[in-house]
C-alpha cells in the first residue's frame, strides 16, 4: 500500500503541484490580456443607461408631435391668441376650443350704403338657441363706431330642413368700406365674431336736383303724426299708410301728397345717426304719381325697404322739387 502512494505523489509532482507551469512569454500576455479586458469593460457604457436614454428621446419626440398636432400655431386651448395674431384679419368662421361654432357667408357683391344678404350656418345642437334671442351688432375698424344691424330674434324653430340654425339669414346696411366686425350675441350676451370686408359703395346715382343744402333744412323735431285713414306724415302736406308696419324687410307704402299735380315722385331717405343718404324705394329713386286717393291730390303705392334702424328723414320730391321732409323713428 506504501509502495501506491509514493508512487501516486511522484505521479502528481511531475504534473501541476510541483515546477514552473507558466514561461514568461505566457505570463505576459496573460498579464496583456487582463489588462486589454478590463479597460474595454471600464469604456463600454451601462446598457441600463442607454436604454434609460432611449425611452427620454422617445417620450419627449412624442410630446411634441402631439403639442403641434393638438394646438394649431397662433393659439391657445384651440382660441386665437390675441398677442401674435391680427385682430382684424378677415374670417368668416369663429371658433372656440378649436371647434368651429358658425360661420357667416356674406353677399359676394357686399358694397357699403346699401342692405345685402348674409348667412349664417351655426354648427352647436338647436337647444343652445332655441328660446334665445340672437341680435348683430357691427363695429367699424376705422371710426370704432357700433351700431345694433340685426334687431334681436327669438329662435322658436330650427332652419327649414335643418335640425340646427345651419341657415340662419339676415339682411342689412353698414354705411362705410373697410373691415366690420360682426358679433353676433344670445339674450344679450356675446355668442362670438367674425370680421368682414366691406368693399366701397358705388356712385348712387342721386338725381341732379337733389342737393346737400337740403339736408342741412330737416327739422328733428317735427316727426310725422298719424292722421285719418291711418296716414302717418305731415298732415295735409303728406303721409304713407305702411309707415307704422316693421319696415326693415320688404313692406308696402302708400304716399300721399295733397296740393300738387306732379307727375313723379322722387323719395330720397336720411339717416341721422351715420349721416348717410339711401334709397328706400325697391325699385330706383322715383316713381309715378297717381290722381286722388283717400283725400289727397296724388299718391302713388311702392314697395320700401328701410336700410336700417334709427331716426329717418324722408325728402319727397314733386317733379323734382323739394316737396316735404317726413320723419320717423324706425325701429323695426
Sequence with gaps: MENKLKNLRRAMNSTTHKG???TEI???NIRRATRTEASFRRDRPNKYLIFSLIIAAVSIFILLISTEVMIPPGTSNGNTDESTVDQWEVRHEYR???QILFNVYPDPQLTAGKPFGYLFSFREPFETYEGKELS???YNKKTGERMLVSPPQKITA????????QRFTTTFLVPYSGLWKYEVLLNGKVYGDVIVSVSEKPEDNLPEFVQESDYEQINWD??????????IGNKNKSGVIGADMPSLTNQKWMWHLWGTDAKELTVVGYHRETGTVHPVLNNGWTIDLAGEHNGADAHAVSSVKIPMQGEWAIL???DGELFDVLVYDIEE
Design 316 to 318: 319727397l320730391y314733386a
Design 136 to 138: 348683430i351688432n357691427a
Design 222 to 231: 317735427r316727426k310725422a303724426t298719424a292722421f285719418g285713414h291711418n296716414i
Design 26 to 28: 505566457q505570463k505576459n
Design 158 to 165: 330650427p332652419s327649414p330642413g335643418y335640425v340646427s340654425l
Design 20 to 22: 514552473h507551469h507558466f
Design 96 to 98: 372656440e376650443n378649436n
